[in-house]
């Protein structure tokens, strides 16, 4: 493939935020928007897409450009930022945050779920990659990437099995990139956010006994101290990205847990194992996977009482994010 030709952008810098339509790239496109970047926010969903768009406006008071794209899709991708960059004159800024999350038991999901978040989340991000960096080195203030990851990309987090794994493989991607990309004056830059307040437990997907996993998921994602607010997250990722960090690790809690395993990965990983007791069984649990939309709270009323507590920040971030499905 050709590389695309340069022209003088004549609308200031162009960034591009990949999972942008909801949650925590809804948020990266507002504080960038903030920054007067010409934004463009791509996902699958295009009426989804419409929604964040006018949720941007208001918030900013300035056009948001959507883009359509399947990022699995490496050719879709690829015409993508093609035309991104003729409208823009040029792409000076990507963030490759598309991403799925499936919680439940290693014995409920499958080869097929450990595909599917590989194919979203790693290879999503490989697309991206690829495809953004020929754009990033013709920038004239020096292209940006940055490639969100996960705590759970640090060490592996029970129930989230195929989530850690892609996550760790993007890890990895971002590491490299950045060694590789150095040359060309483009800077790459590796993000591991521990638990935000996105509402991103709507969206996920839950196996085994859906109710009880729904249940912990939703309320230690959403609980003060252990899950950070997700707008202070977003400032705090663009702020590193363009200060061109090499790597951006958010939460006390992600930053004590990446430590200790990087410091002690056996023991980490029996402390791992212990925790893993207190998650339900996949034994006796209906089979198949669920969006967190359709299982509800669980029907206990103590354990409901408990979510509500725990997941009433985590509920109200659903709706100022664009979580709700309509």
């Known amino acids: 493939m ?16 990949t999972g942008g339509s909801r949650g925590l790239g809804l948020l990266l496109a507002d504080q960038l928007a903030a920054r007067h970047y010409a934004v463009t926010i791509v996902a699958r969903d295009g009426e989804e897409l419409t929604r964040a768009a006018e949720l941007l406006r208001r918030r900013r008071g300035t056009r948001i450009r959507t883009a359509v794209c399947d990022v699995r ?23 490759a945050n598309a991403g799925i999350i499936q919680v439940a038991p290693v ?3 499958g080869a097929e779920e450990f595909r599917s978040a590989m194919d979203t989340i ?4 490989l697309h991206t990659s690829l495809e953004a960096l020929p754009h990033l ?3 004239p203030a020096s292209g940006r990437l940055a490639l969100i990851g996960s705590v759970g990309g640090l060490l592996a987090v029970p129930h ?24 060309d004056g483009v800077t790459v830059t590796a993000v591991h956010p521990g638990l935000m307040r996105t509402g991103s437990h709507l969206h996920a997907v839950f196996g085994g006994e859906r109710e009880k996993e729904f249940a912990w998921f939703s309320t230690l994602a959403g609980m003060p101290v252990v899950s950070m607010d997700a707008d202070r997250a977003a400032r705090a990722i663009v702020r590193g990205i363009l200060r061109r960090r090499t790597r951006i690790v958010l939460t006390p809690l992600a930053r004590a847990a990446g430590l200790a395993h990087g410091v002690a990965p056996a023991l980490t990983t029996r402390a791992t194992a212990l925790a893993a007791r207190m998650l339900p069984s996949a034994g006796g649990g209906p089979q198949g996977l669920r969006r967190g939309a ?3 709270p669980p029907s206990h009323p103590v354990a409901r009482k408990v979510r509500a507590w725990g ?16």
């Open 2 to 17: 050709s590389p695309p030709t340069a022209s003088p952008s004549v609308r200031g810098p162009s960034a591009v935020v």
């Open 73 to 95: 899709d490496r050719e879709a991708v690829r015409d993508m930022l093609g035309e991104i960059a003729r409208e823009c004159g040029g792409v000076d800024l990507v963030i």
């Open 107 to 109: 014995d409920v999901v």
């Open 122 to 125: 790693f290879h999503g991000a």
């Open 137 to 139: 080195r013709m920038s």
């Open 160 to 183: 989230l099995l195929p989530y850690s794994c892609a996550k760790s493989a993007v890890g990895a991607l971002a590491e490299g990139l950045y060694a590789e990309a150095a040359r």
């Open 294 to 296: 359709e299982v509800g």
């Open 311 to 326: 997941s009433a920040l985590n509920d109200r971030a659903s709706r100022a994010y664009n979580q709700r499905p309509v």
